[in-house]
């Protein structure tokens, strides 16, 4: 494991002489630029582990993506490695089908302090939930990014992260009332705590995420990397081109479902992830938006 090898990953080539805010911005953004979100391991016959050797080899050396155990994982060995100081931390994904917080920490996040301001560092949610650059902790101020309007809102021990997107302009009829269309203005994100977390934390729901037959992602197969102008999908055999229009109010959603024999084709020239082993894609009903 070496951050030549990482930045190599993620197109980034500084500069960088300390870890000041400025660099922590570049580098979070080039990571989601070029590691896609990803859980298609589980439906390739792949185990997800938590072992950094294995994530560096899978993520870095195979050009592949992860979800947050991993990318949040390798991000934070990234920051340590670069001189920052981050702490882990879990959250607990909001359900918007049931309106509440999932029962246990299930997406792994870092907080970074830089010169006494502490930020939110998540490489690895996904879709238009996905932060570009980090988020000041700091309660109820808007932090406008690229996918939409961003703030994190303190309740005693709680914050919570929520976000305000645009309108969806879907393209293709066949879409309109799609389940993956997400039509809330604003909605919760998760919901964390600053007690500091440790790999053991995430171990017993990592393995349940992808062996439980209730779990969203044994449920779906998902694909999503960010791009200079919104963000690529591929949910079962759903791809989804979205663009951003920050301008006019509403975000285009080009979607349309593609063949069996045109995923491996799709996640290679849309997501450069080419996989070892065959893929099983999967759709099934379970509350999960774009």
Not at 37 to 52: A, P, R, V, Y
Not at 76 to 93: D, F, H, I, Q
Not at 98 to 107: E, V
Request: proline share 5%.
């Amino acid at each position: 494991m070496n951050l030549e090898e990482y930045f190599k990953r993620i197109g980034f080539y500084g500069p960088f002489s300390k870890p000041d805010l400025e660099t922590l911005n570049q580098v979070h953004k080039h990571h989601v630029m070029s590691i896609p979100f990803e859980n298609l391991s589980i439906h390739c016959g792949e185990k997800i582990t938590m072992d950094h050797e294995l994530i560096f080899n899978k993520i870095v050396r195979s050009n592949r993506g992860g979800w947050c155990c991993e990318n949040n994982l390798l991000f934070a060995w990234v920051l340590k490695e670069m001189g920052y100081n981050p702490v882990t931390l879990g959250s607990r994904v909001y359900n918007n089908t049931i309106n509440q917080f999932g029962p246990k920490d299930s997406h792994l996040i870092n907080k970074v302090v830089i010169d006494g301001t502490a930020y939110i560092a998540d490489v690895s949610f996904g879709a238009s939930s996905q932060i570009w650059y980090p988020l000041e902790l700091v309660s109820g101020k808007d932090q406008p990014q690229s996918p939409g309007v961003f703030r994190l809102i303190q309740d005693g021990d709680l914050w919570t992260l929520e976000k305000t997107g645009r309108k969806p302009l879907v393209l293709n009829e066949a879409f309109t009332n799609s389940p993956l269309v997400d039509k809330s203005p604003t909605k919760k994100i998760y919901g964390f705590t600053l007690v500091p977390r440790g790999v053991d934390n995430f171990l017993e729901t990592s393995h349940c995420l992808q062996t439980d037959p209730k779990s969203l992602f044994t449920n779906k197969s998902i694909c999503s990397l960010q791009t200079a102008t919104g963000f690529r999908a591929l949910i079962g055999w759903t791809f989804s081109e979205v663009t951003y229009n920050n301008q006019e109010g509403f975000d285009v959603l080009d979607m349309k479902d593609i063949s069996d024999d045109d995923v491996d084709k799709v996640l290679k020239e849309m997501f450069n992830v080419l996989l070892a082993n065959k893929l099983v894609p999967i759709n099934n009903k379970a509350g999960y938006t774009i």
